[in-house]
């Protein structure tokens, strides 16, 4: 069964700092996608960024990058020039290409200080 | 981009009775949704996958009598909570699977707060 971890339940930096998000995970699959989602207080959940396992480059998404490693079966996120906006729980999540279902790890609170 | 609703955002339900939560997904068709269960700061656990047109397949310790789940067309599913008790107090979000060609896409609903007194 596939797994997916993040160790670091709350994290705190000040704005316009750079925060990385740890993420591991456990899959005997190849072929996967992985995911980080953003929950803000309105508990609405935000795809921040995504990445395909055969894809070699990581994924950026303007602040928000990846580095993906598959080898070690890890997938942190980085965000640069953090902002208050950005406080939120962030999610890390697994979807193999047997099946649709998105498991997601615990999740990690990350607040941005003023 | 696409949309996905959940109705209503928050009900409050006495014990022992049932409840229905909505899932619509507004202007795609998703042949697939998925429930899910999140407890206050903790993560979001599966529950079950809703396919169109048949019988939706439940996770591991989730009682398939308890949580209902009718996916009846292809841009609604419901899920319905039984004989409610406070323990089934929490917070339901619903996803929808966008398929076009080669692009996948899950959409979240806002989410519904039971609350079961």
């Known amino acids: 069964a596939q797994t997916v971890t993040q160790s670091q339940p709350e994290m705190s930096v000040q704005e316009a700092e750079t925060v990385t998000l740890s993420c591991t995970y456990d899959t005997s699959e190849n072929n996967y996608y992985l995911f980080w989602y953003k929950q803000p207080p309105s508990r609405q959940m935000i795809l921040v960024i995504r990445q395909e396992a055969y894809k070699q480059q990581n994924a950026t998404e303007n602040r928000f990058s990846v580095n993906f490693q598959k080898a070690a079966k890890s997938f942190s996120l980085k965000i640069s020039d953090s902002q208050l906006g950005d406080t939120a729980m962030y999610f890390c999540a697994f979807r193999g290409s047997r099946d649709d279902k998105i498991i997601f790890g615990k999740g990690t609170r990350l607040h941005i200080l003023p | 981009g696409a949309v996905v609703s959940q109705h209503p955002s928050r009900v409050i339900c006495k014990s022992g009775t049932s409840v229905k939560i909505e899932c619509r997904s507004l202007d795609f068709q998703a042949t697939t949704m998925f429930w899910y269960r999140q407890f206050p700061k903790k993560s979001l656990m599966l529950m079950a996958t809703?396919?169109?047109?048949?019988?939706?397949?439940?996770e591991q310790g989730v009682e398939k009598d308890k949580f209902l789940i009718n996916h009846a067309s292809l841009t609604l599913s419901t899920l319905t909570v039984t004989s409610a008790h406070p323990e089934d107090s929490s917070f339901y979000i619903c996803?929808?699977?966008?398929?076009?060609?080669?692009?996948?896409?899950?959409?979240f609903g806002p989410g519904t707060r039971l609350t079961v007194t």
């Open positions: 809703s396919n169109e047109g048949s019988k939706a397949t439940y």
């Open positions: 996803s929808a699977i966008f398929l076009a060609g080669r692009t996948y896409e899950q959409y």
